[in-house]
C-alpha cells in the first residue's frame, strides 16, 4: 500500500540561495584583492585595515543595491506579463483555455485530456495556470528584491569580515600570507556550503570558487606590488 510523502525540493531555495553564495563570495574575493593589494604596496596594518572597512562597507551597500534594482526589474516584468495575461483572459477566455491545453499537448498529454485538464484549472484559477504553465512564473520562483537585497548585504558583510578579522589577528610581516591562504579557505568552505545548499556536488563549486578567488587576489597583489614600487 503506497502512502502519500511530503517531497521537498531544493529550487525553492534558488532566488535567496543565489544572492546569499554571490554575497558572501565577492565580500571575502573583493577585501581579500584590496587587502592584498595595499599590503603588497607596503601600507602600514592601519591603512590596510582602514581599505578593508571601507570596502566592506561600499561592498555590502553596492551589492543590496545592485540587486535590489536587478531584481525589481525582473519582478516589474512579471507583473507586467501577469497584467497583460489578465487582460487577455478577461477579454477572451475560450481562446486563453484552449492555449492552456496546447502547452500541456506539447508536453505530451493526450489532445481531449489536455483540454479538459485546461478546462478545470481556468476553474479554479485561471490567472495562476496560466502565470505557472505559460509563462513560468511560479511562487519558488518569483522575484524578490528586498529579499535578495538583504540576502546580498548581509552576506557581502559576512563574507568581507573574514579577511579583515585575519588582518586583525596576523603578525604584521605575515599578512599577505595570512589573509591570500585564509580566505582562500574560506572561499572553499563557501562553495562546499553554497553547493550542499543547493543539493550538487562538492568538489566542482569549491574548486571554481578557489580558483576565480585565488586568481583575483594573485592579479591585485601584483598591481599593488608594482605600483607600489613606483609609487
Known amino acids: 500500500m503506497s502512502r502519500l510523502h511530503k517531497e521537498s525540493h531544493l529550487v525553492s531555495r534558488v532566488g535567496w540561495l543565489r544572492a546569499a553564495v554571490l554575497g558572501a ?45 536587478s531584481v525589481s526589474s ?46 478545470q484549472l481556468m476553474v479554479k484559477d485561471a490567472l495562476g495556470a496560466h502565470a505557472r504553465d505559460e509563462l513560468g512564473i511560479s511562487a519558488a520562483t518569483t522575484a524578490r528584491p528586498v ?13 568581507a569580515a573574514a579577511p579583515l578579522l585575519l588582518v586583525l589577528v596576523a603578525p604584521t610581516a605575515h599578512v599577505i600570507p595570512v589573509v591570500a591562504v585564509g580566505s582562500l579557505l574560506f572561499l572553499s568552505l563557501l562553495g562546499a556550503i553554497g553547493a550542499r545548499a543547493g543539493g550538487a556536488g562538492l568538489l566542482k563549486p569549491t574548486l571554481r570558487v578557489a580558483f576565480w578567488g585565488a586568481f583575483a587576489m594573485a592579479l591585485t597583489a601584483g598591481i599593488g606590488a608594482v605600483f607600489g614600487k613606483v609609487v
Open 74 to 119: 525582473q519582478s516589474d516584468t512579471e507583473h507586467a506579463d501577469l497584467a497583460r495575461e489578465s487582460r487577455e483572459l478577461a477579454a477572451d477566455p475560450a481562446a486563453e483555455t484552449e492555449e492552456l491545453a496546447q502547452a500541456y499537448v506539447v508536453r505530451g498529454v493526450e489532445v481531449g485530456l489536455a483540454r479538459e485538464v485546461a478546462r
Open 25 to 69: 563570495n565577492d565580500g571575502i574575493i573583493s577585501t581579500a584583492s584590496l587587502i592584498l593589494g595595499v599590503a603588497s604596496a607596503s601600507a602600514a596594518q592601519s591603512d590596510i585595515l582602514l581599505t578593508g572597512v571601507a570596502g566592506l562597507v561600499a561592498g555590502a551597500m553596492s551589492m543590496a543595491a545592485g540587486e535590489y534594482v
Open 147 to 159: 529579499q535578495a537585497a538583504m540576502a546580498s548585504a548581509a552576506t557581502f558583510t559576512v563574507g
